[in-house]
């Protein structure tokens, strides 16, 4: 099945600082998603992003699929972006996503 | 619009005893999926189902779990007996219809098993 490898697996960064995490699979992908997961344990959206570049705010993100990698961009940190970035992909409309094993990101004040 | 509902929120419960946990998608959602997160590591897909059917059930531990959504709208998930190893997080997620929509996850269900 599709492989997916996030890095950095840590991140401490001090607070307005920027950052990029990475998503690499192993196949092409239909699907890929990009989540935050809260200190709570809560599973957030950030983007649905099989392809292309999006911005939200201070958060945006690229995938370029034909080289199969995913770029989670965070700019101007705050203490509440804390948490796990995962990456999540599928390859058809009959395989499950797959999850990485997640960036953990620390900001401190 | 009202996100995914999941209950309980926690459980802690002696291995042997049986547990279950209810799932409310987001309405109009045909997709529910049940995922078992164990710490540390990503969400696991345990089953899939597309309205009130089974699409995918490879990596649900049959000898002792169960899910049904028997009406295509809330779902519930059982396991029986519950062993050490069944502690993690049950996060219930929907989508519109199929694996290329985006899946939205609720607050999920954290079971300790003692």
């Known amino acids: 099945g599709i492989q997916v490898e996030q890095s950095p697996p840590d991140l401490i960064l001090q607070e307005g600082a920027n950052s990029t995490l990475r998503c690499n699979f192993s196949?092409?992908?239909?699907?890929l998603q990009w989540f935050h997961q809260n200190p709570w344990g809560q599973l957030i959206n950030l983007f649905y992003?099989?392809?292309g570049t999006k911005q939200n705010g201070r958060l945006s993100a690229t995938t370029v699929a034909t080289e199969r990698y995913s770029l989670l961009y965070i700019s101007s940190s705050q203490t509440t972006d804390s948490g796990v970035y995962f990456c999540?992909?599928?390859?058809?409309?009959?395989?499950?996503?797959?999850f990485g094993k997640g960036t953990r990101l620390s900001v401190i004040a | 619009e009202a996100g995914v509902a999941q209950s309980p929120r926690y459980k802690i419960i002696e291995k042997r005893q049986s547990v279950a946990f209810w799932c409310n998608p987001i309405?109009?959602?045909?997709?529910l999926y049940w995922y078992q997160q164990i710490l540390g590591q990503g969400p696991k897909l345990l089953i899939q189902?597309?309205?009130?059917?089974?699409?995918?059930d490879s990596q649900l531990p049959k000898d002792r779990f169960s899910a049904e959504r028997l009406k295509g709208v809330d779902s519930t998930l059982k396991i029986q007996p519950a062993k050490l190893e069944d502690s993690a997080v049950y996060l219930c997620?929907?989508?519109?219809?199929?694996?290329?929509?985006?899946?939205?996850f609720g607050p999920g269900t954290r079971l300790t098993v003692t």
């Open positions: 999540a992909v599928g390859n058809s409309g009959n395989t499950p996503l797959v």
């Open positions: 309405s109009g959602h045909a997709t």
């Open positions: 997620a929907s989508s519109l219809t199929g694996l290329l929509n985006e899946q939205y």
């Open positions: 196949d092409s992908v239909n699907n």
């Open positions: 992003i099989p392809s």
């Open positions: 189902f597309q309205n009130n059917g089974v699409v995918d």
